[in-house]
C-alpha cells in the first residue's frame, strides 16, 4: 500500500494581504491534505536548535500554501478558480501551483511551524522541534495541522496572554469550543487545578485529549463532546456544570452572542472569563449581549483586527 508520505503532492499558494489570510486559509483548509501554512504570520523565527533570529516589522503580506495530491485535479481547478477570483480585488497573488518531490510536502508543511513564545512564559513548541527551554519557560507541545487553534492565529494568541495573566493556582477552567486543546492545556500547564474542555466536534474532542496526553497534562484536563446550552437543537450534549472561576471562549461572535447566559451560568460569582475569536466591528455586539447576562466587561485586548474582550461575573 502506497502511503501518503509515498505520493507526489502539489503546492498552491498566494502572496496575500493580512486582512485577506483567514479567508484563505479558511478556503484551503476545507480542501486540502494538512489544511493551510501561513509563512511570515508570527514573528520572529527561530533558528536551528532554537536559535532566536530577531527580525524587523511583519511584512505587509504573507504567504498562505495549501497541499493536494497531484491526482486530485478536479479539486486542485476548484481551488484555482476561487483564488483567482479573490485575486481581482487586489487583496491576494494570482495562485502559484508546483509539483513537489517526493515526500518534500511534508517538510515544506513544517518549515512554517517554528517555536512561539506567547505571552510571558508559555512557547507553543511543534512535536517534530528539539527545542531547550529557558528555566522561565512552559513548554506547549503541539502538531499545527492536527486540529483547529494552533497559537498562531491572533485570537488564540489573545486567549493564552490573558489566560497567563487571569489563571490563579488550583482554578476551575472551562473552555468552550477547545479545537485543538491548546488554551485547556495551557490552563493545566500553568497551573489550574482542574480544566474541563468541551468542543461540538468530536474529532476536536478526541484531538483534544491526545494533545492533553501528549503534554502530560490529562489528569486535569477532562475533555468532552459537548455544547454550552442557547444554540439549535442538535444531537450535541449539553454541558451544564457550574461554579467555574475561568472560563475561556474563542469561537465567533455569533456563536458567543447567543451563549452570553450560559457563560454567566457556567461562572461561579466573581468569576473571570475571556471571549476571543471577535471581530473588532463585532466587539460592541458581544459586549452588550455579555453585559445583558449579569456579567462586567472590564478589558478589551486588540491584535490584527481581533478583539478579545475580558471580565467578570457580578458578585
Known amino acids: ?33 494538512g489544511g493551510a501554512v501561513v509563512e511570515e504570520l508570527a514573528p520572529p523565527l527561530y533558528g536551528a536548535g532554537g536559535t532566536l533570529l530577531e527580525g524587523g516589522e511583519p511584512t505587509a503580506r504573507v504567504t498562505v500554501k495549501g497541499f493536494l495530491p497531484t491526482g486530485d485535479r478536479a479539486t486542485l481547478q476548484k481551488l484555482e478558480i476561487a483564488l483567482l477570483l479573490l485575486a481581482r ?46 528555566p522561565y519557560e512552559i513548554i506547549l507541545r503541539l502538531d ?8 498562531l492565529h491572533a485570537s488564540t494568541r489573545l486567549c493564552l496572554v490573558a489566560l497567563e495573566r487571569l489563571l490563579a493556582p488550583g482554578a476551575r477552567v472551562l473552555d468552550v469550543g477547545t479545537g485543538s486543546g491548546i488554551l485547556a492545556i495551557a490552563a493545566a500547564l500553568l497551573g489550574a487545578g482542574e480544566v474541563w ?47 467555574f472561576d475561568l472560563l475561556l471562549i474563542n469561537i465567533l461572535a455569533e456563536v458567543i452572542i447567543p451563549l452570553a447566559s450560559s457563560i454567566a451560568a457556567a461562572l461561579r460569582p466573581g468569576g473571570r472569563f475571556v471571549a476571543s475569536g471577535i471581530l473588532v466591528e463585532k ?18 485586548l486588540i491584535e490584527e483586527g ?5 471580565g467578570r461575573k457580578a458578585r
Open 89 to 134: 480585488t487586489g487583496a491576494i497573488s494570482e495562485p502559484r501551483v508546483r509539483v513537489l518531490a517526493d515526500k518534500d510536502w511534508a517538510e515544506a508543511w513544517k518549515a512554517f511551524f517554528p517555536p512561539l513564545p506567547i505571552g510571558e512564559r508559555l512557547v507553543v513548541v511543534p512535536t517534530w522541534v528539539d527545542y531547550a527551554p529557558k
Open 197 to 243: 474542555a468541551i468542543d461540538n466536534d468530536p474529532v476536536a474532542a478526541q484531538v483534544a485529549a491526545e494533545n492533553a496526553a501528549l503534554n502530560g497534562v490529562q489528569g486535569r484536563v477532562q475533555v468532552a463532546w459537548a455544547t454550552l446550552p442557547g444554540l439549535a437543537p442538535s444531537a450535541v450534549p449539553l454541558f451544564t456544570q457550574g461554579g
Open 144 to 151: 499545527p495541522g492536527m486540529a483547529f487553534g494552533t497559537g
Open 306 to 310: 481581533w478583539i478579545a474582550l475580558i
Open 283 to 300: 466587539g460592541e455586539a458581544v459586549a452588550k449581549a455579555l453585559e445583558g447576562a449579569g456579567l462586567d466587561v472590564e478589558e478589551h
Open 1 to 33: 500500500m502506497t502511503s501518503s508520505l509515498d505520493q507526489r503532492w502539489v503546492e498552491i499558494a498566494v502572496e496575500a494581504e493580512r486582512g485577506a489570510v483567514d479567508d484563505v486559509v479558511n478556503l484551503l483548509n476545507r480542501y486540502c491534505t
